[in-house]
């Protein structure tokens, strides 16, 4: 079968000391300080093997995140730019949707001809940190298409554990298409989801939201917002063609944080201007350079305000701890989506139309084009870009 592959060298910088699980392992908790000189490819590979509590899938749509396009990219020196937890080769791709082809000897509750989303984040259930209820921060965590095969493949094999049924969108989106392209999104709204109203338990409805960068993440943060009665969604993304995608799926006004700056003021003064001076009651990193918006997020938080880290990067920030201390504000770290209701939660209001992130779909391609979809990803001027199968 084919399968888009991304492939690596082992080369670890020189202040960066390789532990001896990473040795034993060949996972590279920190990618970008590990793996130099990637290459993608559309690659013959074998079929994967079903196991007794697994499922054979066939993906039917899978998105293109902003992790694979960080794998794709490089810094000067030649190493990528993602700084998460990765093995190499592997086929990539986490965001999918698919219909069951065949099911193990110990599946009960899915059968083939199910459609359905999957959770990337493979948790053992066993680790302490499982045990204790943090599925996302599992010790013998694997990662569909970061440390084990994804999902941009013709078939898929992975745990019936993982699999959340999407049926019901069909009755939502009039056709199986559709529907499984709504399916595919259910992973990254999860991760929002996850991150703002798990980590973070949420906002009084008729609190300001703020959300920095609007891709995939930050699109689902904002659709959320507006579902869950935040009063005024204001986005910041320096894509003029994410602007308009940002107000489809709920932002009530979006701005060039570049552009501000131009005109010699800062995200900060706007919020505080379009909050009346109250500042928000939830601000959301989803723009991956905590550097830059760390310090304008803490400047405009209410008072009681969060502050929820979704975007990664492997750089510190500038925190001013006094300021969340005077303001009685938190801010709070996330990673994955697995556990807690998140995603059922996100199915529902998709079946609902509570929420819809379809309209953020801006290209689409086949299996055999791969490479140009990633490579066309790293242009930032589409909304989500989806493989087809």
Same mark, same amino acid.
């Given at each position: 079968?084919?399968?888009?592959?991304?492939t690596?060298?082992?080369d670890?910088?020189p202040?960066?000391?390789?532990?001896?699980?990473?040795?034993?392992?060949?996972?590279a908790?920190?990618g970008?300080?590990?793996w130099?000189?990637?290459?993608l490819?559309?690659e013959?590979i074998a079929?994967?093997k079903?196991?007794?509590?697994d499922?054979?899938?066939?993906?039917?749509a899978?998105?293109?995140?902003?992790?694979?396009?960080?794998?794709?990219e490089?810094d000067?020196?030649?190493?990528?730019?993602?700084?998460?937890?990765?093995?190499f080769p592997?086929?990539?791709?986490?965001?999918?949707?698919?219909?069951?082809?065949?099911?193990?000897?110990?599946?009960?509750e899915?059968?083939?001809g199910?459609?359905?989303?999957?959770e990337?984040?493979?948790?053992?259930?066993?680790?302490?940190?499982?045990?204790?209820?943090?599925?996302?921060?599992?010790?013998r965590?694997e990662?569909?298409?970061?440390?084990?095969?994804g999902?941009?493949?013709e078939?898929l094999?992975?745990?019936?554990?993982?699999?959340?049924?999407i049926? &019901?969108l069909?009755?939502?989106?009039?056709? =199986?298409?559709?529907?499984?392209?709504?399916?595919?999104l259910?992973e990254p709204?999860s991760?929002?989801?996850? +991150?703002?109203?798990t980590r973070?338990?949420?906002?009084?409805?008729?609190?300001?939201v703020?959300?920095?960068?609007?891709?995939?993440i930050?699109?689902? +943060?904002?659709?959320l917002?507006?579902?869950?009665?935040?009063?005024k969604?204001? +986005?910041?993304?320096v894509?003029?063609?994410r602007?308009?995608?940002?107000r489809?799926?709920?932002?009530?006004?979006?701005?060039?944080?570049?552009?501000?700056e131009r005109q010699?003021? =800062?995200?900060?003064?706007a919020?505080m201007?379009l909050?009346?001076?109250?500042?928000?009651?939830?601000?959301?990193?989803?723009?991956?350079?905590?550097?830059?918006?760390?310090p304008?997020?803490e400047?405009a938080?209410?008072?009681?305000?969060k502050?929820?880290?979704?975007g990664?990067?492997?750089?510190? &920030?500038p925190?001013?701890?006094e300021h969340?201390?005077?303001?009685?504000?938190?801010?709070?770290?996330?990673?994955g989506?697995?556990?807690?209701?998140?995603?059922?939660n996100v199915i529902?209001?998709?079946a609902a139309?509570r929420i819809?992130l379809?309209?953020?779909?801006?290209?689409r391609?086949p299996?055999?084009q791969?490479v140009?979809a990633?490579?066309?990803a790293?242009?930032?001027?589409?909304g989500?870009?989806?493989?087809?199968?």
């Amino acid at each position: 079968m084919k399968g888009l592959v991304l492939t690596a060298e082992w080369d670890p910088r020189p202040d960066y000391t390789v532990t001896e699980w990473e040795r034993t392992t060949g996972k590279a908790v920190t990618g970008s300080s590990v793996w130099r000189s990637p290459r993608l490819s559309v690659e013959s590979i074998a079929e994967p093997k079903l196991g007794p509590g697994d499922v054979l899938m066939k993906p039917r749509a899978c998105g293109v995140c902003g992790s694979d396009v960080h794998f794709f990219e490089t810094d000067q020196q030649g190493y990528m730019l993602y700084p998460g937890l990765t093995r190499f080769p592997v086929v990539i791709g986490h965001e999918f949707s698919g219909e069951i082809v065949e099911v193990g000897r110990g599946v009960t509750e899915l059968k083939p001809g199910d459609m359905v989303t999957a959770e990337e984040m493979i948790w053992c259930g066993e680790c302490t940190p499982c045990r204790n209820g943090y599925p996302n921060q599992c010790l013998r965590l694997e990662e569909i298409g970061f440390t084990i095969n994804g999902a941009q493949a013709e078939y898929l094999a992975i745990g019936a554990k993982y699999c959340w049924k999407i049926n &019901a969108l069909v009755e939502r989106y009039g056709t =199986k298409e559709k529907a499984f392209e709504a399916g595919a999104l259910c992973e990254p709204t999860s991760v929002a989801y996850n +991150a703002m109203f798990t980590r973070a338990e949420g906002f009084k409805p008729g609190g300001h939201v703020v959300v920095f960068g609007t891709g995939p993440i930050g699109f689902a +943060a904002i659709a959320l917002s507006r579902a869950a009665g935040a009063a005024k969604i204001i +986005a910041f993304e320096v894509s003029k063609m994410r602007h308009e995608l940002a107000r489809k799926v709920g932002a009530d006004v979006v701005l060039d944080p570049v552009a501000l700056e131009r005109q010699g003021t =800062k995200p900060r003064h706007a919020i505080m201007e379009l909050t009346d001076g109250e500042g928000a009651a939830m601000l959301v990193e989803a723009a991956g350079a905590p550097p830059r918006t760390i310090p304008e997020m803490e400047a405009a938080m209410a008072v009681g305000g969060k502050i929820v880290m979704i975007g990664r990067a492997s750089e510190r &920030a500038p925190v001013y701890l006094e300021h969340f201390q005077t303001h009685a504000a938190q801010i709070y770290g996330a990673q994955g989506h697995s556990g807690y209701g998140n995603f059922p939660n996100v199915i529902r209001l998709m079946a609902a139309g509570r929420i819809d992130l379809t309209p953020i779909i801006t290209s689409r391609f086949p299996l055999d084009q791969g490479v140009e979809a990633v490579k066309k990803a790293t242009h930032r001027e589409d909304g989500k870009i989806m493989i087809r199968a």
